[in-house]
């Protein structure tokens, strides 16, 4: 029931940004360059999006700020601690910021639910031609099935391993009111004491629920990473970004 009541959420959500984007500029099918010329941080200037996500031509979205975020990691200063860490990501999507990072030299895990796992594998194995495989700096790449929460967790092949990762990626995942305590629950069984989570989204409807949440835990340190002055949202309107980690017991 609430699988089905959390797809349904985000179907309607998804079909209303679909309809405010065709109503303003419209949306441009992403390519390749779309996405590279995003996360760039070495010439050129940023690039400016005028809507959340661009849909694909086979209906599927890239969601702009997870190439904000992928164009703040890129920097130097940032990625040098990803080389050679052990990253996951949640809720990968298409896995287009789990394969740069791993370009860059970091050993990522990317999860997201079974039913979505086929066309995570597909869009990977698109980007090992696009870009050149997520190995070829010395990282590496997979992709486990795992749902939020302790029942998904328990069938992951996650739950087998007990060394913390050093960062979790978070990219828009917190709009789903209904998703906030499993996704605690499942921040809380990853993170160890020197773990770094990056967390990035677009303000919407319920999306400060859960930072509220997980002040009421009492057990992560939350850090505002500044628009403008730490990172450009590329022209995302109410786009945020946080750096998230264990208080010190």
């Not at 975020?69 to 949640?90: H, M, N, T, W």
Request: one cysteine or more; a negative charge.
């Amino acid at each position: 029931l609430l699988e089905f009541k959390l797809l349904t959420h985000t179907c309607i959500h998804v079909a209303c940004m679909v309809a405010l984007c065709a109503s303003g500029e419209g949306s441009v099918a992403a390519t390749a360059a779309t996405i590279e010329a995003g996360a760039d941080t070495n010439g050129g200037p940023a690039p400016r999006y005028s809507c959340d996500f661009e849909e694909r031509p086979d209906g599927t979205f890239i969601w702009h700020a997870s190439l904000v975020l992928l164009r703040y990691l890129r920097a130097p200063v940032k990625a040098k601690p990803l080389r050679g860490s052990r990253v996951v990501e949640l809720g990968s999507g298409l896995g287009h910021l789990g394969h740069a990072l791993a370009r860059l030299g970091a050993h990522v895990t990317c999860t997201d639910q079974a039913k979505c796992l086929p066309s995570l594998r597909s869009s990977l194995e698109e980007q090992d031609k696009q870009y050149g495989r997520a190995d070829s700096n010395g990282g590496s790449l997979r992709v486990v099935e795992l749902s939020w929460g302790e029942d998904g967790f328990t069938q992951s092949e996650l739950a087998d391993e007990q060394a913390p990762f050093d960062f979790v990626i978070s990219s828009e995942l917190v709009y789903v009111e209904e998703a906030h305590d499993l996704l605690l629950w499942t921040l809380q069984r990853l993170c160890g004491p020197n773990t770094l989570v990056y967390s990035v989204f677009v303000n919407r409807p319920f999306s400060w629920n859960f930072f509220a949440k997980l002040h009421d835990l009492d057990m992560f340190e939350v850090e505002q990473i500044d628009e403008e002055r730490d990172f450009d949202p590329c022209g995302l309107e109410e786009c945020h970004m946080h750096r998230i980690f264990l208080k010190p017991r």
